[in-house]
């Protein structure tokens, strides 16, 4: 497996969160095509659950420097 900068990792998850915040918003106003951004939002999901995955592998071994549960701002 490759070395993952964790830190890196972290601030990606973080990012991930305020995106997919931000893409259900857009998707709720009346002037936009939601569907555009309920697919980005989707692949946005689906990018964050696996970095979640490969953190909680990282957190599980001891070498996370800062819980998931604290990173994710709906933990």
Do not use: F, H, W
């Amino acid at each position: 497996m490759q070395n993952l900068d964790l830190r890196s990792v972290a601030v990606c998850i973080q990012a991930l969160e305020d995106a997919i915040r931000y893409y259900e918003l857009l998707a709720q106003s009346e002037t936009t095509d939601s569907d555009d951004y309920e697919e980005c939002k989707y692949m946005y999901e689906v990018e964050l659950s696996r970095l979640c995955e490969l953190y909680s592998a990282a957190e599980q071994r001891g070498e996370a420097p800062t819980p998931l549960k604290k990173l994710l701002k709906s933990g």
